[in-house]
């Protein structure tokens, strides 16, 4: 099927995906593009013919970006008419003339409607954890579906599909309808939608440069007690990461070795590419013993799976004469002290090797940069969460999924008691212009000797923060309190 698409006239594009086909024909008459179409179709359905495939125009669509006349001519496969779709389905997704994807946002928010189901039901015998992880499963992975064709439209993404993301972590948390997205989320330890989208677009756009190296164990790295022979040359690695830069350390060599990486490279990249380099700078016609103090390195290279380039390069510079050890980092074995030493001054050191970052080193930096932007932008806001938590990590989850719903209400300041008059018929309470939440915790008169009695003192800072004999002591306090049940 790769014969059609080999010479393709100007403006003509073909695309196959599975067992689909996607033929894109550009031009600036609909007559002319029409034609060019239904050359390329015509190529197409002759070159299936002949190696066997049979393809039935009642199976296929074309759809027009700009105004369809009723008496255009058709485009025919096979002598029959391929009917016209306005939004035709293409691998799931609902195209539209203009490619606003708005239409395919508003089925998936059609679907994912009885989906909500399952996380409360989960949610009902399960912590919170286990909730949210049941509403990534279904509705994180239908909400991103080829977001790498969705993403044209992020707003239009956010403004449809963010209220059902949104909602499900709502019901993950046992929160009330009316609480704010923002504190929501923060509470629960996860991204608001618009923040999630641009992370998962950004992992997929780099997802084609993973690969993966076979299921073979390359190597069977020894104890250091095997090299006994002082027929191997003995070569010692390192690597490092500071605040100046990322830099490796090669001993044992001639000459010793230090070389920089690119400030996006974590701490294994620079282990593993000093071992990779160690392996290429060794003495071919003796055996060599390689010696590192990174065991994750080790067993990334053992498992014969690894994703990473510079594991997979190691793999294949994988010799007989080269064995791979563990030795204990910094416990003054020399030629160890001498590879950190050379890892220290790699910042100075004019070669910088390898001038790529792996992928897994670039998603690991925009989830960092991305995660430290919504807090930058979480702490901009001034509600009553943010007094409580500055940042959206995860905090210890109440093994007791009641006890977790109970304070989460409290933190994001959204509960059955301060917010009963905005919803039935009751008076008006006299902190309704203060927060409700701070007032009962904090400032009370009513209930300030019972606050006393449990610890229950400082800012709503300290009372709703994260110490578990914090948690224990609120709790005991609402029950007290006759608050317990009215949260």
Same mark, same amino acid.
């Given at each position: 099927?790769?014969?059609?698409?080999?010479?393709?006239?100007?403006?003509?594009?073909?695309?196959?995906?599975?067992?689909?086909?996607?033929?894109?024909?550009?031009?600036?008459?609909?007559?002319?593009?029409?034609?060019?179409?239904?050359?390329?179709?015509?190529?197409?359905?002759?070159?299936?013919?002949?190696?066997?495939?049979?393809?039935?125009?009642?199976?296929?669509?074309?759809?027009?970006?700009?105004?369809?006349?009723?008496?255009?001519?058709?485009?025919?496969?096979?002598?029959?008419?391929?009917?016209?779709?306005?939004?035709?389905?293409?691998?799931?997704?609902?195209?539209?003339?203009?490619?606003?994807?708005?239409?395919?946002?508003?089925?998936?928010?059609?679907?994912?409607?009885?989906?909500?189901?399952?996380?409360?039901?989960?949610?009902?015998?399960?912590?919170?954890?286990?909730?949210?992880?049941?509403?990534?499963?279904?509705?994180?992975?239908?909400?991103?579906?080829?977001?790498?064709?969705?993403?044209?439209?992020?707003?239009?993404?956010?403004?449809?599909?963010?209220?059902?993301?949104?909602?499900?972590?709502?019901?993950?948390?046992?929160?009330?309808?009316?609480?704010?997205?923002?504190?929501?989320?923060?509470?629960?330890?996860?991204?608001?939608?618009?923040?999630?989208?641009?992370?998962?677009?950004?992992?997929?756009?780099?997802?084609?440069?993973?690969?993966?190296?076979?299921?073979?164990?390359?190597?069977?790295?020894?104890?250091?007690?095997?090299?006994?022979?002082?027929?191997?040359?003995?070569?010692?690695?390192?690597?490092?990461?500071?605040?100046?830069?990322?830099?490796?350390?090669?001993?044992?060599?001639?000459?010793?070795?230090?070389?920089?990486?690119?400030?996006?490279?974590?701490?294994?990249?620079?282990?593993?590419?000093?071992?990779?380099?160690?392996?290429?700078?060794?003495?071919?016609?003796?055996?060599?013993?390689?010696?590192?103090?990174?065991?994750?390195?080790?067993?990334?290279?053992?498992?014969?799976?690894?994703?990473?380039?510079?594991?997979?390069?190691?793999?294949?510079?994988?010799?007989?004469?080269?064995?791979?050890?563990?030795?204990?980092?910094?416990?003054?074995?020399?030629?160890?002290?001498?590879?950190?030493?050379?890892?220290?001054?790699?910042?100075?050191?004019?070669?910088?090797?390898?001038? #790529?970052?792996?992928?897994?080193?670039?998603?690991? #930096?925009?989830?960092?940069?991305?995660?430290?932007?919504?807090?930058?932008?979480?702490?901009?806001?001034?509600?009553?969460?943010?007094?409580?938590?500055?940042?959206?990590?995860?905090?210890?989850?109440?093994?007791?999924?009641?006890?977790?719903?109970?304070?989460?209400?409290?933190?994001?300041?959204?509960?059955?008691?301060?917010?009963?008059?905005?919803?039935?018929?009751?008076?008006?309470?006299?902190?309704?212009?203060?927060?409700?939440?701070?007032?009962?915790?904090?400032?009370?008169?009513?209930? #300030?000797?019972?606050?006393?009695?449990?610890?229950?003192?400082?800012?709503?800072?300290?009372?709703?923060?994260?110490?578990?004999?914090?948690?224990?002591?609120?709790?005991?306090?609402?029950?007290?309190?006759?608050?317990?049940?009215?949260?």
């Amino acid at each position: 099927m790769n014969s059609p698409f080999t010479a393709l006239p100007g403006g003509v594009y073909g695309f196959v995906y599975a067992d689909d086909i996607i033929l894109v024909a550009l031009g600036k008459t609909n007559p002319r593009t029409r034609i060019s179409l239904q050359a390329i179709v015509n190529a197409v359905g002759r070159s299936a013919l002949a190696t066997g495939f049979n393809m039935a125009a009642t199976k296929c669509a074309i759809s027009c970006s700009t105004y369809h006349p009723a008496n255009a001519r058709p485009s025919r496969l096979n002598d029959t008419v391929i009917p016209f779709r306005k939004k035709p389905v293409v691998l799931g997704i609902t195209l539209d003339r203009k490619l606003t994807m708005i239409p395919h946002f508003r089925r998936l928010k059609k679907d994912c409607q009885s989906r909500k189901r399952t996380i409360c039901a989960h949610h009902l015998k399960n912590n919170r954890r286990a909730a949210l992880n049941v509403g990534r499963s279904f509705i994180h992975s239908t909400i991103f579906y080829e977001i790498e064709m969705t993403c044209r439209n992020l707003d239009g993404l956010s403004d449809i599909l963010g209220p059902l993301y949104h909602g499900a972590v709502r019901l993950a948390s046992g929160l009330l309808p009316s609480t704010p997205a923002e504190a929501a989320c923060v509470e629960a330890g996860v991204l608001l939608c618009r923040w999630e989208t641009a992370r998962v677009a950004f992992r997929r756009a780099l997802s084609f440069l993973e690969k993966t190296s076979g299921d073979e164990c390359p190597f069977s790295p020894p104890p250091p007690t095997c090299i006994k022979s002082s027929h191997h040359t003995q070569i010692f690695t390192d690597g490092s990461k500071a605040n100046d830069g990322v830099r490796a350390g090669i001993s044992g060599l001639r000459n010793g070795l230090s070389f920089r990486l690119p400030l996006s490279c974590s701490v294994f990249s620079a282990e593993a590419a000093a071992i990779a380099v160690g392996m290429i700078k060794r003495p071919t016609d003796t055996p060599a013993a390689i010696f590192t103090d990174s065991l994750s390195v080790l067993r990334d290279v053992a498992s014969g799976t690894s994703k990473h380039p510079f594991v997979q390069a190691i793999e294949t510079l994988r010799d007989p004469l080269v064995t791979i050890c563990l030795v204990p980092g910094h416990s003054g074995i020399k030629g160890n002290t001498d590879a950190d030493r050379l890892a220290l001054i790699g910042r100075r050191a004019r070669t910088r090797l390898p001038n #790529e970052t792996p992928t897994i080193d670039i998603i690991r #930096e925009f989830n960092t940069s991305v995660q430290n932007g919504f807090t930058n932008h979480w702490r901009r806001s001034r509600n009553h969460t943010q007094k409580i938590k500055g940042s959206a990590d995860t905090w210890t989850e109440q093994d007791s999924q009641r006890e977790q719903k109970i304070l989460s209400r409290l933190r994001v300041g959204h509960t059955r008691v301060t917010i009963a008059h905005t919803v039935s018929s009751e008076p008006v309470p006299e902190c309704a212009s203060c927060n409700p939440v701070e007032h009962l915790l904090c400032n009370c008169r009513e209930l #300030e000797d019972l606050r006393r009695q449990y610890g229950l003192t400082g800012p709503i800072r300290d009372i709703l923060s994260n110490d578990p004999i914090r948690k224990e002591a609120l709790l005991l306090f609402l029950k007290d309190a006759g608050l317990y049940d009215r949260i």
